[in-house]
């Protein structure tokens, strides 16, 4: 790993947020790194899904709700995937397909809070399930988490209302939690629980070469910076949540 940081106290043993995707880039020339998260329900209480945005150079960071309607409501989505394009942030919304939310729209709520809201809803044109994506140098990908090697990836194209899944194939590989396409290559992060190292893999299809414990535990999404030549990834444990960059090509 080439840099790592790790969140404050209360985030970093949070219980109730649990971090999930990534995206990295610069906006007006400060580069960011973008996490999403997911809060598991409680009876009468839906906290929903936020995303934090952490300044690199300042190592400081503010949390954004995502909502959606008049009302604000909470979108309640897993979040297990993130991918940020121009002023467009995209959210895997599991079976649901795609949300879509612009950084140019965050509002900064009563009590200091910031909102983000919706813009628009893609739904899955064929059934797939929507566990995480990224954007590569190859476009939007996006896979399915199992439990087993049977898992999917995909090349996604949007379009108004939907998004569909297509080059669909199964790398053989269990408990995928992030990849990213990379010039023809992919990388895939695996988790292995949270008391062993996840592992990557890296390669093109139909053949990826596995790295075992070569990420720290309970990896999550992963993130392409082109600028930089590096592939991010994020952590969910906690007492053990990261974010962290790796050169390009590991």
Do not use: C
Request: aromatic share 10%; proline share 6%; charged share 20%.
């Amino acid at each position: 790993m080439t840099q790592g940081f790790r969140w404050s106290g209360p985030d970093r043993w949070t219980q109730r947020w649990w971090p999930q995707g990534i995206a990295v880039g610069y906006h007006e020339n400060a580069p960011l790194a973008i996490v999403s998260w997911f809060s598991k329900s409680r009876p009468g209480r839906e906290r929903g899904t936020r995303m934090t945005v952490l300044d690199l150079n300042a190592l400081r960071y503010h949390h954004v709700l995502l909502v959606e309607g008049r009302e604000f409501a909470p979108v309640a989505v897993h979040a297990g995937g993130i991918a940020w394009s121009g002023d467009s942030m995209l959210v895997a919304a599991t079976f649901g397909g795609i949300r879509e939310f612009r950084l140019s729209g965050i509002l900064r709520a009563s009590r200091g809070r910031f909102v983000l809201p919706q813009v628009s809803h893609r739904h899955p044109a064929e059934k797939f399930r929507y566990s995480f994506l990224a954007e590569g140098s190859d476009g939007i990908v996006a896979g399915e988490y199992a439990k087993d090697d049977g898992g999917r990836l995909a090349r996604l194209t949007l379009s108004d209302g939907a998004v569909s899944a297509q080059d669909i194939h199964v790398p053989g590989i269990p408990e995928m939690q992030g990849a990213v396409l990379v010039d023809g290559r992919w990388a895939v992060s695996s988790s292995r629980g949270d008391r062993r190292n996840g592992d990557l893999w890296i390669g093109e299809q139909g053949a990826l070469v596995r790295h075992t414990g070569a990420l720290p535990p309970g990896p999550e999404d992963l993130a392409w910076w082109a600028e930089r030549g590096q592939l991010w990834g994020v952590t969910e444990h906690p007492g053990q949540r990261w974010v962290f960059a790796a050169d390009w090509p590991v």
